[in-house]
């Protein structure tokens, strides 16, 4: 994500049983009250990891973005699903035996063109190009992203993305989309979004035009987590007549 290109690492061979992983758990901590009471509150993580699991293809190769950290990686991997990983900071030594790293930012990208089946980016591109996660900060991060993902998907390719969801704005570290903005960020796309927002216990489904009643729970450490979240499926949209068609011609 700082633009850093660097080697991939293909970590580990042999014959080792997945299907047995669980996918990650849901994030829950305990938190005080004002009368001194523990509360058990969650994050975004809840909802967008089982969901997330659930679009990726039966086979082919996926590119997981922003991997580390991911405790659902080892999820992912099948006999019929190869797992590339990527991330600018070098988390090799986490990443699953017989995935391959690739130790490099999404923008200007050293990966092959057109070999992805699949792109999973969990809570990703609201970072990038914002001065986080070791990034240098520059311009239209999630936009360059968006670019990249097209050229390195297969003809018929998904993205599957997850994004913090509310009134638009740009914070220090992440940015959060309106609708409006999540559907700017998608012209040229042709995508489906679902939406969940936090009630104070869990996240459950809600409509669009609800969206910007919810808010980032900007607070210190694990407290922090999305007001809503956005859950986006896309598919590279064609050209017609010299123009590209955007996702708002077929709402």
């Not at 993580?45 to 950290?69: K, M």
């Not at 998904?158 to 959060?176: C, D, F, M, N």
């Not at 980032?216 to 407290?223: A, T």
Request: charged residues 20%; negative net charge.
């Amino acid at each position: 994500m700082d633009g850093f290109i660097g080697p991939f690492h293909n970590v580990g061979h042999g014959s080792i049983d997945f299907t047995h992983i669980e996918p990650e758990p849901p994030i829950r901590f305990e938190t005080g009250t004002s009368r001194g009471v523990s509360a058990v509150m969650i994050n975004e993580r809840v909802i967008e990891v089982p969901w997330a699991l659930a679009q990726l293809p039966q086979f082919g190769v996926v590119l997981d973005v922003g991997s580390c950290d991911a405790t659902y990686l080892p999820a992912i991997q099948e006999p019929n699903r190869l797992l590339h990983c990527l991330d600018p900071r070098d988390c090799s030594a986490d990443i699953p035996r017989g995935a391959v790293f690739h130790h490099q930012s999404v923008i200007g990208n050293t990966l092959p063109s057109s070999f992805y089946d699949a792109i999973l980016a969990l809570s990703t591109i609201e970072h990038i190009g914002l001065p986080c996660y070791g990034q240098h900060p520059f311009a239209q991060g999630d936009q360059l992203a968006m670019v990249e993902f097209r050229d390195l998907l297969k003809p018929g390719g998904q993205v599957i993305l997850t994004v913090p969801a509310g009134s638009s704005k740009i914070a220090s570290w992440y940015r959060q989309y309106s609708p409006d903005t999540l559907w700017d960020l998608l012209d040229g796309w042709d995508a489906t979004i679902q939406f969940w927002g936090f009630d104070g216990i869990n996240y459950t489904p809600i409509s669009e035009d609800r969206v910007r009643d919810f808010d980032y729970r900007d607070r210190y450490g694990e407290e922090a987590g999305a007001g809503a979240v956005a859950g986006i499926i896309a598919s590279p949209r064609p050209f017609e007549n010299g123009r590209r068609t955007s996702p708002r011609d077929s709402r």
